[in-house]
């Protein structure tokens, strides 16, 4: 399958007024398709610093920065795909077992992570020689 076919592009409604801007993001298939179990957010990176760095075995997860710009590069083994996120109503869904790296932040980057399972350190994959031959030994997309 194609990287393309495996990540999804999502813009929020942006609602506001004079008063200023509100975003609504709702889980459980409303506007992300999981359950929000757990949320975090990455800040104070500058553009030389790398986050991620990994897969997870079952975990999805839905990115936003909400402030500032980031590149986020998606990776599943044959192909891989740089996306920015630079509005703070775009949200990039990432599901499982895709190795995600998060960079090139601005200074003023604020990225908002929510995942759809609670941390689990043991469903991580660390290694990316080890994430190819996991997707090698079962056949993943």
Not at 33 to 54: E, L, W
Not at 77 to 93: H, Q
Not at 110 to 119: I, K, P, T
Request: hydrophobic fraction near 35%; charged fraction near 30%.
């Amino acid at each position: 399958m194609s990287i393309k076919n495996q990540y999804k592009i999502i813009e929020f409604k942006e609602l506001g007024d004079e008063r200023g801007n509100l975003v609504v993001i709702e889980g459980d298939g409303v506007d992300i398709p999981f359950d929000i179990k757990r949320a975090f957010y990455i800040y104070g990176s500058d553009s030389t610093v790398v986050r991620g760095q990994h897969a997870n075995r079952e975990t999805e997860f839905l990115l936003v920065n909400v402030s500032g710009s980031s590149k986020v590069k998606i990776d599943n083994g044959k192909e891989s795909v740089i996306v920015e996120l630079n509005k703070p109503r775009m949200g990039l869904y990432i599901p499982a077992m895709l190795w995600k790296d998060m960079y090139d932040f601005s200074a003023d980057s604020v990225l908002l992570v929510l995942a759809s399972r609670h941390y689990d350190e043991h469903e991580y994959i660390r290694d990316y020689q080890d994430y190819l031959r996991i997707i090698d030994e079962n056949g993943a997309k």
